[in-house]
T-cell receptor
Framework: DQQVKQNSPSLSVQEGRISILNCDYT??????FLWYKKYPAEGPTFLIS?????DKNEDGRFTVFLNKSAKHLSLHIVPSQPGDSAVYFC???????????FGTGTRLQVTL | NAGVTQTPKFQVLKTGQSMTLQCAQD?????MSWYRQDPGMGLRLIHY???????DQGEVPNGYNVSRSTTEDFPLRLLSAAPSQTSVYFC?????????????FGQGTRLTVV
């Protein structure tokens, strides 16, 4: 039972354009959401997060939007850069926050 | 500051062999976890620990054992390796500063079971 889903396994975007990565969840008890970025042969690294009491969080080129009623969040990258090419995982937390539940990941390729 | 260190980076096992994947962190984090990454499956939680002496199962615990005798170390044991355990394994640690506390990951162990 996949509680966090990323339905697009891959996405290709031109440099300078907007990248939009989507994530859906089924567990209404999730109250904190995070995005991680992963380069090949490296561990995931934290990118940005959002609490369920907010609908938007922005950090430089990265913005995460949360739609609680739709159980949907998205990560916007503007403008996209070649260095953003990586696999992006969304993750969710509930309760004691001792563990993260990850999605399946979306591979983003930013082309020149 | 080393962060989260996993060893080995690569390993090939024969079916039925056992081995231990090592994970150590130097950030005094209470929470530690093991994940496996498989194509199309994302990162799936195997086991986790909320402190020394306390462990619990994640989504896919079968075939794996863990222990947490110290805050720093969280080894993952494969009891009898199977080809289905071919995967990339990641160890992660987090502090107890609340939901916003970042999780730090090791560089991963690529395991092949033949």
């Amino acid at each position: 039972d996949q509680q966090v889903k990323q339905n697009s396994p891959s996405l290709s975007v031109q440099e300078g354009r907007i990248s939009i990565l989507n994530c859906d969840y089924t567990n209404s008890m999730f109250d904190y959401f995070l995005w991680y970025k992963k380069y090949p042969a490296e561990g995931p690294t934290f990118l940005i997060s959002i609490s369920s009491i907010k609908d938007k969080n922005e950090d430089g080129r990265f913005t995460v939007f949360l739609n609680k009623s739709a159980k949907h969040l998205s990560l916007h990258i503007v403008p996209s850069q070649p260095g953003d090419s990586a696999v992006y995982f969304c993750a969710a937390i509930t309760g004691t926050a001792s563990k993260l539940t990850f999605g399946t990941g979306t591979r983003l390729q930013v082309t020149l | 500051n080393a962060g989260v260190t996993q060893t080995p980076k690569f390993q090939v096992l024969k079916t039925g062999q056992s081995m231990t994947l090592q994970c150590a962190q130097d950030m005094n984090h209470e929470y530690m976890s093991w994940y496996r990454q498989d194509p199309g499956m994302g990162l799936r939680l195997i086991h986790y620990s909320v402190g020394a002496g306390i462990t619990d199962q994640g989504e896919v615990p079968n075939g794996y054992n863990v222990s947490r005798s110290t805050t720093e170390d969280f080894p993952l044991r494969l009891l009898s390796a199977a080809p289905s355990q071919t995967s990339v394994y990641f160890c992660a640690s987090r502090g107890t500063g609340g939901r916003s506390t970042e999780a730090f990951f090791g560089q991963g162990t690529r395991l092949t079971v033949v």
